[in-house]
């Protein structure tokens, strides 16, 4: 943390990954968290969701009853090619997880009305040729669960090579993205606000108010590029995540004082969007939910490998392939910390080049020991 703070600055995002978080013990898991926000990150912690209430209650409340939080984030991962989850070891299909995704959205929605502890949930899924028909009709069946972001991963040849059963690069990432592009019903620009390189990643930020889904920013809308232009320039140094609403709030109006004008565009992208979403969907849904969508594609460990390697050399390779490799991975904002040589390394190059030799030391460190199979609870639809 205190490298990510040097080299990345005093406030971002961060992830608590590696393996499953909760089975971490609720008190470690907490004190994880703590030390990642006493560093200024917002931590979002990974998981496939198939822990119960108690945990997460235990997790957010410490044993005097006092929160420990104000405001959690979790990224759960559900998908069909997933085997081994509690009530369900083998789905088969998407639609069959859905009551274990509302399962997981409720246990949050009951830790807020007991506790007032907030959550911020996303919604993590690996894409291969068996699902990727599947993504529009799941993104219609759950964007009303609860989660405020939805995320997709074409699957890449990265990892253990036995689990590398269908031809990945058979699904293109415009393919992907039609599939999410049909679930919300509209098209989802995403070139507005780029984060890395457009062959990575992809993000359209938005509302739903209903069914309906509106993204915020066009940018084949001039006005639009110009809110986007307006917002960086004046805004660009807030963050707008895990900082209390009254002092964002009141960083807000500092940055209005110092510059009044910059209420103009923002007003006239208030106008449009209110002409675009209706008065009559407004007052017949009242509600707007944000929703963010976003497509991470990962690359090929075959490809990985050689690309880092160059980079480490200084030099550009001449097979073009991996020298579009290096581009991406140049562009990379997704990074491991690695304090003891105070790298930040890309997240394919921790996954394709350097995971490979700390899992074969974690089986040492840390061998397998056979456990009784677990208690299967009642299947959520039930």
């Excluded at 070891?89 to 959205?105: G, K, S, T």
């Excluded at 990265?158 to 293109?172: A, F, L």
């Amino acid at each position: 943390m205190g490298l990510l703070r040097r080299r990345r600055g005093p406030r971002a995002h961060a992830q608590l990954i590696g393996g499953e978080v909760s089975l971490l013990p609720p008190e470690d898991h907490a004190a994880a968290l703590l030390i990642m926000r006493e560093h200024g990150r917002e931590p979002m912690s990974m998981t496939h969701g198939d822990f119960d209430y108690d945990y997460l209650q235990a997790l957010a409340v410490g044993p005097d009853g006092d929160r420990r939080f104000d405001r959690l984030s979790f990224a759960a991962h559900f998908d069909s090619l997933m085997f081994g989850r509690r009530g369900i070891e083998r789905p088969a299909d998407e639609a069959a997880l859905n009551p274990y995704r509302q399962q997981f959205v409720a246990m949050f929605t009951r830790l807020r009305r007991e506790h007032g502890v907030r959550s911020f949930l996303a919604h993590n899924m690996t894409v291969t040729p068996r699902n990727v028909g599947e993504i529009a009709q799941l993104i219609r069946d759950c964007h009303g669960f609860g989660f405020g972001l939805f995320s997709f991963q074409p699957a890449a040849f990265i990892g253990d090579d036995r689990r590398w059963h269908e031809g990945y690069r058979d699904t293109s990432a415009d393919a992907v993205w039609a599939q999410i592009e049909a679930g919300a019903g509209t098209r989802l620009p995403f070139r507005a606000l780029q984060v890395g390189d457009e062959r990575c990643n992809r993000t359209t930020y938005g509302f739903y108010v209903g069914p309906d889904y509106f993204p915020i920013l066009d940018e084949e809308k001039p006005a639009d590029i110009a809110v986007r232009d307006a917002f960086l320039k004046n805004f660009g140094g807030i963050s707008f995540s895990g900082t209390p609403p009254k002092l964002l709030l009141a960083k807000v109006a500092r940055a209005v004082t110092r510059n009044p004008r910059v209420v103009v565009p923002f007003a006239g992208w208030l106008v449009r969007t209110a002409r675009t979403v209706g008065l009559r969907r407004l007052v017949r849904h009242r509600n707007i939910r944000p929703a963010t969508f976003v497509m991470h594609s990962f690359m090929d460990a075959e490809d990985v490998a050689p690309a880092w390697k160059a980079m480490q050399d200084g030099r550009v390779s001449e097979d073009p392939r991996i020298a579009e490799t290096q581009q991406r991975l140049a562009a990379c904002s997704y990074a491991m910390a690695h304090p003891e040589t105070g790298e930040l390394v890309p997240a394919c190059v921790q996954h394709s080049v350097l995971d490979p030799g700390e899992n074969a030391a974690l089986r040492t460190l840390l061998p397998l020991t056979p456990i009784g199979r677990r208690r299967q609870p009642a299947d959520p639809s039930a």
